[in-house]
């Protein structure tokens, strides 16, 4: 498996992953945004993208914008792998913090923020929608990167 850059020729295959892990998956237009915007890595098998991590960077300030792995490889470590990745170039870019919100429900997500270092910052109450107009809340998390430097 190998982590790399994300390019103009993985976007249907991110495209299609997007809409099997996100109930609001990005339009086309999004990923162009990203790719001429933000930090943007995949992670391909055999030449198949598997998993993507999305971030954007203002001065020494990230913020995840979106991360994914197969659901049929999820639970194998592949999303700790992505977002360690994308910390590391983060890192070396000189942030000094990562952001990120997640849905209150999603334990597995929040387990692996909280093992790579991320602390609870906040709470957005009532910031996802859910089927029949109910709504979930956002748990935020902030990562202190380069503290040595």
Known sequence: MKIRKL????????L?????????PWALGHWHDSLDNH???V???GGEVI???????VIDEAELLLIAVAPWLQGQGLGRQMLQALIDNLCQRNAAQLF???????????????????????????YYPLPGGAREDAVLYAFALNEAA
């Open 7 to 14: 390019h103009h020729s993985d976007l249907d295959a991110v």
């Open 16 to 24: 299609a992953l997007d809409s099997q892990t996100n109930p609001h």
């Open 39 to 41: 930090t943007c890595l």
């Open 43 to 45: 992670m391909e098998d």
């Open 51 to 57: 998993a993507f991590a999305i971030s954007s960077l």
């Open 100 to 126: 990120l919100e997640v849905r209150e429900g999603n334990t597995a997500a929040r387990a692996l923020y909280e093992k790579l270092g991320g602390k609870v910052s906040g709470r957005r109450k009532g």
